[in-house]
C-alpha cells in the first residue's frame, strides 16, 4: 500500500480566505465509471473510426449511422454511475464560493453527481440540438422505429456534442479562460493534457500565477508544468483532498491508498 500525501501547500491554499478553485476534468474520471473511452465503443461499432461517424460530414451522408452509434454510447452512460471523484467535486461547488468545474466529458456524469454549472466543453451526449437552427432539443433521439429525429425548422435534430472540424462553444470556452485567470489553485484530473484548447487552460492558470496539480495515473506530457502531481485514481485521491480540507483531518497526514504517490515540482 502506497501512502497519499497532500501537502501542506495545498492544503494552506485550498483553505485560504476567498480561495478560487478551477478544476479540468477529463476522460479519466470517466472511466473509472466504467465508461469506454471515445475510441473503445467496442463490439460491432470497432469496425469503425470515430472520425469516420463524428463529423457534420458523416452526419450529412449517413445521419441514421451516426445515430445508432450515439444510441449506443448514450446506452453505455445510462448504464455508468458518478465515481466518488464526480460526488466529491460536486462537494466542493458547494463548499467553495469561488469554485469552477471545467469538464471535456459529454456523458454528464458530474451534473448526476450535484455540480450545477459544469462548463461542458465539448458539450453534453444525452441532450440533442437541431443541426441547422441549433436550438436545443431535450434528449431527442431515434424514434420507436428508428425514426430520424427532425426539428419544427425542418432540421435534423443530432446529439449536441462537438463533433471533429466543429469549433468549441465559444462562450463556454470563454468563461472557462476567465476562470483560469483568476484560479488560486488548478486542477487537471484524469485528462491527458493533450487535447486543444483545453489544455492550454492550465498555461493560463499558471501565467496568472496560480498553484497547478495534476492528479492522474500516469504522467502526462504537461506533468511538468505543474507543481504538484498525484498518481493515482482520481476516485480515491479527489475525495482524501477533501476530507482534509473540508472534514477538518489533519495537514499532511497520510493515508494508505493502494497505488498512489505524489510527485513535487516546486523549486
Given at each position: 500500500?502506497?501512502?497519499?500525501?497532500?501537502?501542506?501547500?495545498?492544503?494552506?491554499?485550498?483553505?485560504?480566505?476567498?480561495?478560487?478553485?478551477?478544476?479540468?476534468?477529463?476522460?479519466?474520471?470517466?472511466?473509472?465509471?466504467?465508461?469506454?473511452?471515445?475510441?473503445?465503443?467496442?463490439?460491432?461499432?470497432?469496425?469503425?473510426?470515430?472520425?469516420?461517424?463524428?463529423?457534420?460530414?458523416?452526419?450529412?451522408?449517413?445521419?441514421r449511422t451516426?445515430?445508432?452509434?450515439?444510441?449506443?454510447?448514450?446506452?453505455?452512460?445510462?448504464?455508468?454511475?458518478?465515481?466518488?471523484?464526480h460526488i466529491?467535486?460536486?462537494?466542493?461547488?458547494?463548499?467553495?464560493?469561488?469554485?469552477?468545474?471545467?469538464?471535456?466529458?459529454?456523458?454528464?456524469?458530474?451534473?448526476?453527481?450535484?455540480?450545477?454549472?459544469?462548463?461542458?466543453?465539448?458539450?453534453?451526449?444525452?441532450?440533442?440540438?437541431?443541426?441547422?437552427?441549433?436550438?436545443?432539443?431535450?434528449?431527442?433521439?431515434?424514434?420507436?422505429?428508428?425514426?430520424?429525429?427532425?426539428?419544427?425548422?425542418?432540421?435534423?435534430?443530432?446529439?449536441?456534442?462537438?463533433?471533429?472540424?466543429?469549433?468549441?462553444?465559444?462562450?463556454?470556452?470563454?468563461?472557462?479562460?476567465?476562470?483560469?485567470?483568476?484560479?488560486?489553485?488548478?486542477?487537471?484530473?484524469?485528462?491527458?493534457?493533450?487535447?486543444?484548447?483545453?489544455?492550454?487552460?492550465?498555461?493560463?492558470?499558471?501565467?496568472?500565477?496560480?498553484?497547478?496539480?495534476?492528479?492522474?495515473?500516469?504522467?502526462?506530457?504537461?506533468?511538468?508544468?505543474?507543481?504538484?502531481?498525484?498518481?493515482?485514481?482520481?476516485?480515491?485521491?479527489?475525495?482524501?483532498?477533501?476530507?482534509?480540507?473540508?472534514?477538518?483531518?489533519?495537514?499532511?497526514?497520510?493515508?494508505?491508498?493502494?497505488?498512489?504517490?505524489?510527485?513535487?515540482?516546486?523549486?
Open positions: 500500500m502506497s501512502p497519499i500525501v497532500i501537502s501542506e501547500r495545498l492544503i494552506d491554499a485550498l483553505t485560504a480566505d476567498r480561495v478560487r478553485v478551477v478544476v479540468l476534468t477529463g476522460a479519466g474520471v470517466s472511466a473509472e465509471s466504467g465508461i469506454p473511452t471515445f475510441r473503445s465503443a467496442g463490439g460491432y461499432w470497432k469496425s469503425y473510426r470515430p472520425e469516420d461517424l463524428a463529423t457534420p460530414e458523416a452526419f450529412a451522408r449517413d445521419p451516426v445515430w445508432e452509434w450515439y444510441a449506443h454510447r448514450r446506452r453505455l452512460v445510462a448504464g455508468a454511475e458518478p465515481n466518488p471523484a466529491e467535486l460536486a462537494r466542493w461547488e458547494m463548499s467553495l464560493a469561488g469554485f469552477t468545474l471545467i469538464t471535456q466529458n459529454v456523458d454528464g456524469l458530474h451534473r448526476r453527481a450535484g455540480s450545477r454549472q459544469p462548463f461542458e466543453l465539448h458539450g453534453n451526449i444525452t441532450e440533442s440540438i437541431c443541426h441547422r437552427c441549433r436550438q436545443s432539443q431535450g434528449s431527442v433521439g431515434l424514434g420507436p422505429k428508428g425514426e430520424l429525429p427532425a426539428c419544427a425548422c425542418g432540421g435534423k435534430i443530432r446529439p449536441a456534442v462537438v463533433w471533429f472540424g466543429e469549433p468549441l462553444p465559444q462562450r463556454t470556452l470563454q468563461l472557462a479562460g476567465e476562470a483560469a485567470e483568476r484560479a488560486d489553485v488548478y486542477f487537471s484530473i484524469g485528462t491527458s493534457s493533450i487535447v486543444q484548447p483545453a489544455a492550454d487552460l492550465a498555461y493560463v492558470a499558471k501565467e496568472a500565477g496560480a498553484y497547478l496539480i495534476e492528479i492522474n495515473p500516469e504522467e502526462t506530457a504537461m506533468s511538468r508544468l505543474f507543481d504538484e502531481c498525484l498518481r493515482g485514481p482520481a476516485g480515491a485521491i479527489v475525495p482524501e483532498i477533501g476530507k482534509r480540507v473540508f472534514d477538518g483531518e489533519s495537514h499532511g497526514i497520510t493515508s494508505g491508498v493502494k497505488d498512489i504517490h505524489v510527485e513535487s515540482h516546486e523549486s
